[in-house]
């Protein structure tokens, strides 16, 4: 098997990974919000930022939006739409072209992909229901669901530097 059909496979294998990721952590992976009447935050963009982060932009926004709209299949289905368009945006504030994960670019990154989560599914709200002053109220939830993933990603990503990761299986370029 040629070098670039090995690397290919890898690709794909870990964009499947990072999509199973977003899909579980998104799932199964709730912190409760007290005082918030059953509230909650997923860590699902921790692994939509990882992937950013990770994988080359194609690959990288398959798995954002695959994992991420498989989730909303399976308990929201009428955000999929909102979805598709919101993770394939916050995946683009990421790069994978640094040796490392944790660079200047993927810090700044967090700031714009919080923008774009909290602004993005708040138009998507009131779009829905025709009022742009009740969703404001779910704003502040939506930065904190992207700074509770931005800390698993930055987790994540220092782990994975220290191990060499993107060294050992990519060959310190994506």
């Known amino acids: 098997m040629n ?3 090995k690397e290919k496979i890898r690709l794909l294998a870990f964009s499947a990974l990072t999509a199973a990721m977003t899909f579980v952590l998104t799932m199964f992976v ?3 919000i007290p005082l918030t009447n059953g509230g909650y935050v997923h860590l ?30 399976m308990v929201a289905p009428a955000w999929i739409p ?8 916050t995946v683009l504030c990421f790069t994978s072209k640094k040796e490392t994960l944790c660079c200047p ?3 700044a990154a967090i700031l714009p ?9 708040y138009l998507y709200e009131a779009l829905i229901w025709g ?21 698993l990603f930055l987790a994540a990503a ?7 990761f993107k060294h050992r299986f990519f060959g310190g370029k994506v």
């Open 3 to 5: 070098i670039v059909k």
């Open 30 to 32: 709730k912190l409760p």
């Open 44 to 73: 699902g963009d921790g692994a939509v930022m990882l992937a950013g982060a990770l994988l080359p932009m194609p690959y990288a926004l398959a798995s954002a939006v695959v994992g991420a709209c498989l989730a909303d299949l």
């Open 82 to 89: 909102a979805t598709f368009l919101i993770k394939g945006l």
């Open 105 to 107: 670019q993927n810090y």
């Open 113 to 121: 992909s919080a923008i774009i989560c909290a602004g993005g599914y």
């Open 131 to 151: 009022n742009f002053i009740a969703p404001l109220a779910a704003v502040p939830m939506s930065f904190l669901q992207t700074a509770c993933g931005a800390v």
């Open 158 to 164: 220092l782990s994975l530097d220290r191990l060499q």
